[in-house]
């Protein structure tokens, strides 16, 4: 059993940065795939990055590729996504994810968190 819970999100202007973390508790941090889904208002959660618990690779939404980096810190259980040049259409909850596959589909992941909420405005 793994619990995620997010923190980072707030108000930005558009073409500023945030920073969102989630930290993992649990066993076997370094053995999951971690990953990051968004859901604007109306819409359906979808794929935005991923880690694999190794770290070696990464996969990034081609709407956020360039302007989004993710990243994981095994010491301290945390997966980060640093996100630049922020559009408004970047617009939702963020939700935090662990699951077993570099996935960019919700059901290839087991654990969620709450969500953060990131509102970017123009």
């Known amino acids: 059993q793994v619990q995620l819970v997010e923190s980072g999100g707030g108000l930005v202007q558009a073409g500023g940065s945030l920073r969102l973390s989630c930290v993992a508790s649990?066993?076997?941090?370094?053995?999951?795939?971690m990953g990051w889904f968004r859901r604007a208002p109306g819409t359906e959660r979808t794929f935005v990055s991923a880690?694999?618990?190794?770290?070696?690779?990464?996969y990034y939404a081609d709407s956020v590729k360039g302007r989004f980096t993710i990243s994981r810190d095994w010491n301290k259980n945390t997966v980060s996504l640093q996100m630049n040049s922020l559009k408004p259409e970047d617009t939702a909850v963020y939700y935090c994810?662990?699951?077993?596959?570099?996935?960019?589909?919700?059901?290839?992941?087991?654990?969620w968190g709450q969500g953060t909420q990131v509102t970017v405005s123009s």
């Open positions: 994810a662990a699951g077993g596959t570099l996935a960019a589909v919700t059901n290839g992941y087991d654990y």
């Open positions: 649990g066993r076997d941090f370094s053995s999951y795939v």
């Open positions: 880690i694999r618990g190794d770290g070696t690779t990464t």
